[in-house]
């Protein structure tokens, strides 16, 4: 991933995993449209779910992992990752209906616990 400037024209350089294309335009070629556009509304929107499963610590790297959503019993969703998260796999991201973010060092979380998520265009 890599963002710089060739004089006044912006130039985004995306991984060459199709799923961490995906993701890296997600989270920095769409923003960087809309500002481009003049829209107010850069950053993507984020949304909380509740986990679908318990979920390890994480290392020292921003974690966006592809999850699909299924109705919670209080009306908030459910994002349930996919077991796999390997960056090749183009099917998980097929089915994935957001990506749910796990910050740097966040610690374990249980099943039923808030996170936060950014619900995919279907």
């Not at 989270?27 to 979920?55: H, T, Y």
């Amino acid at each position: 991933m890599m963002h710089g400037r060739l004089g006044a024209m912006h130039v985004l350089g995306l991984p060459g995993n199709p799923v961490s294309s995906y993701v890296c335009a997600v989270l920095f070629l769409v923003p960087l449209m809309r500002r481009l556009a003049g829209r107010s509304d850069v950053e993507p929107a984020l949304d909380i779910a509740r986990l679908g499963c318990d979920l390890p610590a994480n290392d020292e790297r921003a974690d966006y992992l592809r999850a699909t959503l299924a109705p919670g019993p209080d009306g908030m969703p459910v994002a349930t990752p996919a077991p796999v998260q390997d960056s090749s796999m183009l099917t998980r991201l097929a089915r994935a209906d957001c990506l749910l973010i796990r910050e740097p060092h966040a610690p374990a979380a249980k099943a039923g616990e808030p996170c936060s998520i950014i619900t995919l265009a279907s």
